[in-house]
């Protein structure tokens, strides 16, 4: 039986890191540049699983939680590449199901200037948009304490919606909209937030999702039937509000070398600390800790920390605080 299910995509990622592409300023915006018809040297290539199932899984695993994860996968090499990766990792993957399509692929392209976040990810969705033609095992889905709800790869909400209400009332609920979900707007997402604990939104997503901007984006979110919102702002840390106290965590300073799965990281931890204790101002502190973790490590899982190795970095600076104000 698992702890947690992990509900999304899964991807072949490919990193690949150039140092000498270039930036570049057009009228449509900025692009990364490389050069036209010719061969150009790379630094360094990195092969793993990607996709916010995957990604969150791993996590949940690492955390010491039984963790399995329902997506879709090609019947195809890359697939059970994929299938091996998670079970080195010690996740279940009962719950996967192999389609009639190719396995997903994430292609990230970088110069490696974090500063900037100059990267393009060039994505193939795969066997993922198929998700929403399978048969689950719900009695299986629903021996788990939580789900956690990434981007399931298709405009498509009937599957979430199902999958919601055919869920155990003591299941906790975690969800991380991807872009396709959050186009739709709040009032199409009513089913599944009415029945979700925990929404999990980086910046710009929530200011989409709300319509809103400054404060009332938490206020509008609260509204639509999370107990807990958390906004992710990358360098500038994290807060969560819970409808009448506002926490907010400065990121962990770490040297990092890749911007993927800082998202993943933050909020399977989050949900993980949180599904043990509820303690918002421990899981939030324990997310900003492992989500610049996944930073120091090609790969968006390669970085990422035990409990015991979260709070040996914790023990070493013991001045990062989680501030609560009262609103």
């Not at 506002?246 to 040297?255: P, R």
């Not at 890749?258 to 997310?287: P, R, V």
């Amino acid at each position: 039986m698992a702890d947690i299910v992990s509900i999304g995509k899964i991807l072949r990622d490919i990193i690949i890191k150039a140092s000498d592409a270039r930036v570049v300023d057009i009228d449509a915006g900025r692009v990364i540049s490389f050069p036209y018809k010719k061969k150009m040297n790379v630094d360094e290539v990195y092969f793993g699983a990607g996709g916010g199932a995957a990604n969150s899984a791993i996590s949940f695993a690492k955390l010491e939680k039984k963790a399995s994860v329902l997506a879709c996968i090609g019947n195809d090499p890359e697939g059970d590449e994929i299938l091996n990766l998670l079970r080195m990792r010690f996740v279940d993957t009962d719950l996967i199901q192999k389609v009639n399509d190719k396995t997903g692929v994430s292609v990230i392209l970088t110069s490696g200037n974090l500063s900037e976040k100059d990267h393009t990810i060039l994505i193939y969705r795969g066997a993922n948009k198929k998700i929403t033609q399978i048969e689950v095992d719900m009695d299986k889905l629903n021996e788990a304490s939580g789900w956690y709800i990434s981007s399931v790869g298709s405009s498509d909400l009937n599957f979430l919606n199902n999958l919601i209400e055919k869920k155990s009332d003591n299941i906790k609920v975690a969800f991380n909209p991807g872009i396709l979900q959050i186009k739709k707007g709040l009032d199409n997402l009513d089913i599944i937030l009415q029945k979700t604990d925990i929404l999990i939104l980086n910046a710009k997503e929530a200011e989409e999702l709300s319509s809103a901007t400054g404060g009332k984006i938490f206020e509008v979110l609260k509204n639509a039937g999370p107990k807990l919102v958390i906004v992710t702002e990358g360098k500038s840390g994290a807060k969560v509000f819970d409808g009448t106290n506002m926490y907010y965590g400065k990121a962990f300073d770490v040297e990092a070398v890749e911007a993927l799965g800082a998202g993943d990281a933050f909020g399977s931890t989050f949900f993980a600390l949180w599904l043990d204790s509820q303690d918002i101002e421990k899981a939030l502190k324990y997310a900003l800790v492992n989500s610049a973790a996944a930073l120091e490590k090609y790969g968006a899982s390669e970085g990422l920390l035990s409990v015991e190795e979260i709070e040996k970095r914790l023990s070493e600076k013991p001045d990062f605080e989680i501030i609560k104000k009262s609103l």
